[in-house]
């Protein structure tokens, strides 16, 4: 039996697998990813979009930790927006689409430089363990991996089952494999795993789109998502997407056809993504909704074929194409592929640490759709935790812990590890109690430090950052020693601004809500030349202080929170504010206390908060109705 050893072996080469890969490279250990014959590197097998609320949040905060995502979608991206915008800076990120094929091509690129990573193109059918954890891996053509550390990112290939009505297929993906014996593998391992379901829409033909009948949505000059990009500017002109929508006559073929859904039909028996469900899903959970949003994203300069995003099936081939002729600008449509739903399996993440290494077994870590997630970025997210945490492990050093007060990777790896997942798993902003400290324009400053500390960041990273913060610092420190006073007025109501009547700095000046850093630019300009986002991380730092402030006391009261008691008869539904997913599992689950509310999945702080309210004027008229009453 041919054998190799390696420090690290990554099984799955994905958007987890990738970056599991070149960050344990880039620490200096040995790297072997494994991956299924004909599985392509940083592969999209579903959208062409990467980013979004949270999403983005991710990518950036990937990047600001040494990862590769961000830097991939700034070399091929095809359309770029800025996202949020009307919710605050907190929410405020980005979302590209990019050209799928050069996507995959870069990632390709960066895995071939890796001096250390070697690629073997097989299935892994065990993972082999002695009293001590992990030893390697052995795979369907006999090959025995020895390492010491394994990360396993399967994605949608294990044990995956593809259905488009009544017709089903095996394999992860259109076009791919599947891992078939590893369940059973990891089941023998004392591993429990589940059945999750997620899905893809319809691939339409460019040409056969008429074009006017839908609006167009132009793509934006904005800043891109690395911080070592610089400048961004798309390889070829940039493409729009363009909106369209769901008709009443879409609604009435899909409820004719439900039963041939293999999802309404029985067929599909894992449990879908509540945050992005089939185009079916939403016409059965919202019947009062007469249309639905559809995005027509264009899947790469070269390419013909056209994602339809928002319809998302399992129904047959012939309703889908039905379907899509009803929707504005589509009535001559030509679809090249049918959508379809996946089934596959996945392992139950609160069996994992906060490292995303395997509690019973040292040395396996799990990354990605694995662990019930959904989404490209929340897959690369975990896979550069994982990977940088099976180096550590080679390399004898302690753990890295993100915590979900500094990243949003840290609210989502702890969801996973902590409450565990019931369905496919979307990373919200919601679901962070920090997010006003959690945004877009810092991811740097919170996890850079890290990075550089742990070997993850690279010395032009490392320079770029220093670069930064000095610039931050010195703006922030001559805004704080210009003071204007009520004299200098006149150059505020010129510009339609208040006028002061005490001495202000240019720093108090920035926090008021209508005061930009380009107006200080313009009136009060600085010494030196500072980049756009170093005075936009200023301005949003300044406007921010007081809220992120406040936000600290109400983390602190937490503790407090956590144990006050819900009464076990509390009817949910009638709690003011809470949402209908939190009310559901809550009036399922019956939590005794707002700290075991806080740990069931779908229940985010914002629906803590308000039971904590609850519970505090629950606990008080209890208090008030025990009281003895005196007599007059």
Known sequence: MESHSFDVVVVGSGHAGCEAALIAAHLGVSVCVVSLAGSRAGHMPCNCSIGGPAKGHLVREIDALGGQMALGVDSTFTHIRNVGTGKGYAIR???????????????????????????????????????????????????????RAAVLTTGTYLNGLMHCGDRRSPGGCFGGGRAERLSDALRALGLVTARFKTGTTPRVRRSSIQWDQVLEIPSESTEPFSYLTGQLTSPQHPLPCWQTRTTLHTRDLIVANLTRSALFGGMIQGIGPRYCPSIEDKIVRFPDKATHPVFLEIEGWDSDLVYVQGMSTSLPAD???????????????????????????????DQLTGSLQCKELPGLFLAGQINGTSGYEEAAAQGLV????????????????????????????????????????????????????????????RLTPLAIRIGTATDRRKRVFEQRVSSIERETARLASMTLHPRDSRTLTMDGLAPIVEPTSLLDLLRRPEVSYDWIRDRYPAPEFIPRDVGESIEIEAKYAGYVERQR?????????????????????????????????????RPLTVGHARRIPGVTPADVRILAVAAMGISRNSELAARPVKEP
Do not use: F, W
């Open 93 to 147: 990120t980005l979302r590209a689409q990019v050209d799928k094929v050069l996507y995959e091509r870069h990632m390709t690129a960066a895995l071939a430089a890796g001096d250390r990573i070697r690629l073997i193109p097989d299935e892994v059918i065990g993972v082999l363990t002695d009293s001590r954890g992990v030893t390697g891996v052995v795979t369907a053509s006999g090959i025995r991996i020895g390492c």
């Open 386 to 445: 994982a990977g940088v945490n099976a180096a550590r492990l080679c390399r004898g050093d302690e753990p890295i812990i993100l915590d979900r007060h500094s990243s949003y990777i840290g609210v989502l790896i702890d969801d996973l590890t902590t409450k565990g997942v019931q369905d496919p798993y979307r990373l919200l902003t919601s679901r962070a109690e920090c997010r006003l400290s959690l945004r877009h324009d810092n991811a740097d400053i």
């Open 553 to 589: 006391r109400h983390v602190e009261l937490h503790a407090r929170d956590d144990s006050l008691p819900l009464p076990a008869d509390l009817d949910y539904n009638s709690v003011r504010g809470i949402s209908r997913e939190a009310a559901e599992k809550l009036s399922r689950s």
């Open 319 to 349: 309703v889908q194409d039905a379907m899509l002729r009803s929707l504005p600008g589509l009535a001559n449509v030509e679809m090249v592929r049918p959508g379809y739903a996946v089934e596959y399996d996945m392992v139950m993440p």
